[in-house]
């Protein structure tokens, strides 16, 4: 094994310099919390006990009453709406019944919302969306507020709902915890032909059945999208940070391995509760841990939402992580997989290809990985390249493929697909954005062209539709922040953006809103901070400004002189008070939600020192 690279010594370094006085406060909480001596349900008084076993028979009863049998809590998003998280029906049973084996007692403590980012996409219920991943933390502590547990299972998969369990975790950051994942679906339709589908769609050239039946085709079955957007990208990393078992992201579900795995999660937390083992997730989730999810996702070419949602995550446990240590990390961190949108593979062949534990192999042989970390497994990261298997049905690990089965999904070091790991930080006269390399061609990624300006991505649609673009062009989309309308996913530009490309023309976005894993072959600077709605300079760029987006220089600027910009009346901002599909209940939210380069997080975060902002 390699030494660790000096560019990730010195980025964990640096964050916990930064971080030094925020984790301590944190780590001192979370010590004084664990003092309790036995489950912690013992200092309930006598009715508040009762309370919480009331509805409990036969030997849970006995347990939870007695107050030596150590409480588990289980908290999950299930619903049958969300294929990812329909598998997880089944769980509670499972968990209940090996948390029990393992000398504790498990109830399901609370479920926490999951709404799902495709059947919203383009719609105003999609302005929810990166909102409900701080009430999904908000849940979550209702969940774990009663007093009655000494560890806890968290199952969930998607989007925003994995960083919501784990931030409302950390607020309990002295009980041991684990995630549970549910797996991938089946591989269903390619994914270069459900895009030529949409593409085909776009322009008039296919119908709405023949864009249904594709759809229907991708996503057929239980299980999560295949596709590596933010859901499977939460899988990895959560994977890499050590909070899944090993071997355990991407098993699918109605197997006896995912069961066999799920019942494990159960007995595991139990021993993590042991004094001489004691594991509380506010230890494993250190700097260490952060930078190796970030590593990790940069090694894979992962979803840009992580770099919102790790930010609040590491917030949540006193660090700070920002923008820059994603940039410098992806100058150093090898691309190794390519899974669509960064390729035509999905997430099953990337698993078949040696998956999660040939990539972290990998990663420690070069020094690319810490290795000396915390995690649910037992101490050390090294545990995570071992997959696991059922031997006579028995749950055992065994070695995985050193090297990669399948060189066109899953590479080493020696031989990436790219030697950076494609996601880079833009700055210029318009803010700072964030942009996903790993699918653009190299001839697109710097692309100067003039402006055509949209309020919304529905106007930016009509106006193609009416063939009004059909040139080189920036398309802009604005008033799409956090502050704005809860930054929703702009998936939708994705099909249209690429025929103006396929016809020869330069184009790329730029935008306030997000993007997430499906940004694709387009280049995208998102997530524009300081957004449009709160005086960004975006509010005050026309239709004909000529922009510059450089992704190789890692530069973004409207090529208009500083005065000028300066004196143009800024653009109105979005609807400060938007009603309908619940948009109403969450005007508190974009009030104070905090900055997309901070995570937008409404919990607020430390502000970074001056000397600590560039320019």
């Known amino acids: 094994m390699a030494p660790l690279h000096p560019v990730v010594e010195q980025v964990t370094r640096r964050i916990a310099e930064r971080s030094a006085q925020t984790r ?102 999609m302005e929810l969306s990166l909102f409900s991943r701080d009430v999904i933390a908000m849940a979550t502590g209702v969940a774990l507020s009663h007093e009655m547990f000494d560890g806890a299972l968290l199952l969930g998969v998607c ?63 239980p299980g999560t999208c295949t596709f590596y957007g933010t859901a499977n990208s939460n899988q990895l990393v959560v994977e890499v940070m050590g909070l899944h078992l090993p071997g355990s992201s991407f098993v699918p579900p109605g197997t006896p391995l995912r069961k066999a795995l799920t019942e494990e999660a159960g007995r595991q ?25 970030v590593v990790a996702l940069l090694a894979t ?17 006193g660090i700070e992580l920002t923008w820059d240590d994603f940039s410098d990390l992806s100058a150093v961190v090898p691309s190794l997989g390519k899974v669509y949108p960064n390729g035509s593979a999905d997430i099953n062949h990337f698993a078949a290809a040696g998956g999660v534990q040939t990539l972290i192999g990998e990663l420690l042989d070069a020094g690319l990985l810490h290795a000396d ?50 996601l880079r930080v833009l700055e210029g006269n318009l803010g700072r954005a964030v942009i996903k390399v790993s699918a653009v061609a190299a001839e697109h990624r710097t692309v100067t062209a003039p402006a055509r300006v949209f309020d919304d991505q529905h106007a930016f649609s009509a106006a193609f539709s009416a063939g009004e673009i059909d040139h080189d062009v920036v398309v802009v989309i604005r008033n799409q922040g956090p502050q704005a309308n809860g930054m929703p996913e702009l998936h939708g530009l994705t099909p249209a953006l690429g025929v103006l490309m396929d016809r020869g023309h330069q184009v790329a976005l730029v935008t306030d809103g997000r993007m997430s894993g499906a940004s694709g072959k387009i280049p995208a600077a998102i997530q524009l901070t300081p957004e449009a709605t709160a005086g960004g300079p975006l509010a005050r760029v ?73 320019a």
């Not at 309790?36 to 919480?52: E, M, Q």
């Not at 950051?173 to 390619?190: D, Y």
């Open 542 to 614: 026309q239709d004909g400004d000529v922009l510059r987006l450089d992704a190789d220089r890692g530069t973004l600027e409207a090529l208009v002189p500083a005065a000028e910009l300066a004196a143009r009346q800024p653009a109105a901002g979005a609807n400060p008070a938007p009603f309908g599909t619940g948009r109403e209940l969450f005007t508190a939210f974009r009030q104070a939600v905090g900055r997309a380069d901070q995570g937008a997080s409404v919990f607020g975060q430390a502000q970074p020192r001056t000397d600590q902002v560039r």
């Open 159 to 221: 989007d925003k709902i994995v960083p919501g369990l784990l931030i409302g975790a950390l607020a309990f950051g002295h009980l041991p915890t684990l995630l549970v994942p549910a797996g991938p679906m089946p591989s269903g339709l390619p994914n270069r032909e459900k895009s030529r589908i949409r593409q085909l769609f776009a322009e008039g050239k296919a119908t709405r059945e023949d864009l249904l039946e594709a759809e229907s085709a991708s996503y057929h079955s």
């Open 373 to 422: 970390v915390r995690t649910v497994a037992g101490p050390g990261l090294d545990r995570y390249r071992q997959q696991p298997f059922l031997d006579d049905g028995e749950l055992v690990w065994r070695d995985a493929p050193a090297k990669s089965l399948d060189t066109d999904v899953l590479r080493g070091v020696d031989d990436p697909f790219a030697p950076d790991g494609g």
């Open 24 to 125: 301590s406060a944190y780590l001192d909480r979370i010590n004084a919390a664990a003092a309790a001596d036995g489950p912690v349900r013992g200092d309930l008084p006598c009715s508040n006990l009762a309370h919480g076993f009331a509805a409990c028979s036969g030997s849970d009863r006995l347990a939870i009453r007695g107050a030596r049998k150590p409480g588990v809590a289980i908290v999950s998003a299930y619903n049958d709406m969300l294929s990812a998280h329909q598998p997880y029906d089944e769980f509670p049973a499972w968990l209940k019944d090996s948390v029990r084996e393992a000398g504790g007692v498990a109830q399901f403590a609370g479920g926490v919302p999951a709404m799902c980012d495709g059947i919203t996409q383009g719609r105003t219920g």
């Open 269 to 293: 937390v139990v021993r993590l509760g042991e004094a001489e083992q004691r594991t509380p997730i506010g230890e494993v989730l250190d700097e260490k841990a952060i930078v190796n999810g």
């Open 301 to 317: 070419g992962g979803s840009t939402n992580h770099t919102l949602h790790l930010p609040a995550i590491a917030a949540a446990a």
